[in-house]
């Protein structure tokens, strides 16, 4: 069976791609694994300088996969969920996004920790965790309002609604908007310029313009996590995600 995460690398940038897509790259416990692993690698690996997170043309992510939801009351601070949190919070290098097609639930909150966003025109964000009985996660409850608004957030994280490529650049949410058969060619070539640059001064950079928020970052994501856990052992997402991955059955 192919791996779920592709890990390949040339001149210093180092692409992760999701390769679940019978299941659109729904992110299960043996993925996050993955990705912390390979994010751990990467941090340490001097020849990595930045490291691009991608789908394919008609896929990002549909989020968490619903059934590990079903099975998990609890998310405590060694799930590997959290661990990939905590860890694609702290990467040290810089990352970039290239989103085609759905990106939703940690699809669209981990955008908000990337460091440059690309999007197809293609691109739906959608965070439905209000949807399924559950909360906001991955600090997105304290960068989101900070980076569109409480008031843009709210229809987000609140109503569900689902945001096209247009709009999120409109709101700052990506850097630029291309056709589907564009955006892989985009953010490599993008990846390969950053990657040629001074690594030190890359990273410095980085780190210094994450600064502000860096310890509050964690602080939330955990927050969030026990909310989230509660959540989880509700009636509410119990049974709505139930009824989701009933009618997908
Ligand atoms: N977890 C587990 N499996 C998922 C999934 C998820 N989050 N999202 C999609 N899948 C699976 C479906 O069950 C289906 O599997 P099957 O072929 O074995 O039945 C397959 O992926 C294709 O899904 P489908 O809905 O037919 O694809 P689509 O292209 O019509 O729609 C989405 C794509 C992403 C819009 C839709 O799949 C969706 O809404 N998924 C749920 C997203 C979600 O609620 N995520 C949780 C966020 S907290």
Same mark, same amino acid.
């Given at each position: 069976?192919?791996?779920?995460?592709?890990?390949?690398?040339?001149? /210093?940038?180092?692409?992760?791609?999701?390769?679940?897509?019978?299941?659109?790259? +729904?992110?299960?416990?043996?993925?996050?694994?993955?990705?912390?692993?390979?994010?751990?690698?990467?941090?340490?690996?001097?020849?990595? &300088?930045?490291? @691009?997170?991608? /789908?394919?043309?008609?896929?990002? $992510?549909?989020?968490?996969?619903?059934?590990?939801?079903?099975?998990?009351? $609890?998310?405590? +601070?060694?799930?590997?969920?959290?661990?990939?949190? &905590?860890?694609?919070?702290?990467?040290?290098?810089?990352?970039? +996004?290239?989103?085609?097609?759905?990106?939703? /639930?940690?699809? $669209? $909150?981990?955008?908000?920790?990337?460091? @440059?966003?690309?999007?197809?025109?293609?691109?739906?964000?959608?965070?439905?965790?209000? %949807?399924?009985?559950?909360?906001?996660?991955?600090?997105?409850?304290?960068?989101?309002?900070?980076?569109? /608004?409480?008031?843009?957030?709210?229809?987000?994280? @609140?109503?569900?609604?689902?945001?096209?490529?247009?709009?999120?650049?409109?709101?700052? @949410?990506?850097?630029?908007?291309?056709?589907?058969?564009?955006?892989?060619?985009?953010?490599?070539?993008?990846?390969?310029?950053?990657?040629?640059?001074?690594?030190?001064?890359?990273?410095?950079?980085?780190?210094?313009?994450?600064? %502000?928020?860096?310890?509050?970052?964690?602080?939330?994501?955990?927050?969030?996590?026990?909310?989230?856990?509660?959540?989880?052992?509700?009636?509410?997402?119990?049974?709505?995600?139930?009824?989701?991955?009933?009618?997908?059955?």
């Amino acid at each position: 069976m192919a791996p779920t995460i592709l890990v390949e690398q040339q001149d /210093g940038l180092l692409t992760l791609t999701l390769n679940r897509p019978d299941k659109r790259n +729904a992110l299960d416990t043996g993925m996050y694994q993955a990705l912390t692993a390979a994010l751990q690698q990467a941090s340490q690996d001097e020849s990595v &300088h930045v490291v @691009l997170l991608q /789908g394919q043309a008609t896929c990002f $992510t549909a989020g968490n996969d619903l059934a590990d939801f079903m099975g998990k009351t $609890t998310l405590e +601070a060694d799930d590997p969920i959290l661990q990939f949190l &905590h860890a694609f919070a702290d990467f040290p290098k810089p990352v970039i +996004a290239a989103v085609a097609g759905p990106a939703v /639930g940690i699809g $669209t $909150t981990l955008l908000l920790h990337c460091d @440059l966003v690309y999007l197809a025109d293609n691109a739906r964000l959608q965070l439905p965790f209000v %949807e399924l009985g559950l909360v906001p996660e991955f600090a997105s409850s304290l960068l989101l309002p900070r980076a569109i /608004g409480h008031l843009k957030a709210s229809e987000l994280l @609140l109503l569900a609604e689902v945001m096209d490529a247009s709009e999120a650049l409109r709101l700052g @949410l990506a850097n630029r908007v291309v056709a589907a058969d564009e955006l892989l060619g985009l953010a490599r070539e993008t990846g390969l310029r950053l990657a040629a640059k001074p690594p030190k001064a890359l990273q410095k950079s980085k780190a210094l313009l994450k600064q %502000e928020l860096r310890q509050a970052v964690h602080f939330v994501i955990d927050m969030e996590a026990r909310a989230f856990s509660q959540a989880l052992q509700g009636e509410e997402a119990q049974s709505r995600i139930a009824r989701k991955l009933g009618r997908r059955d």
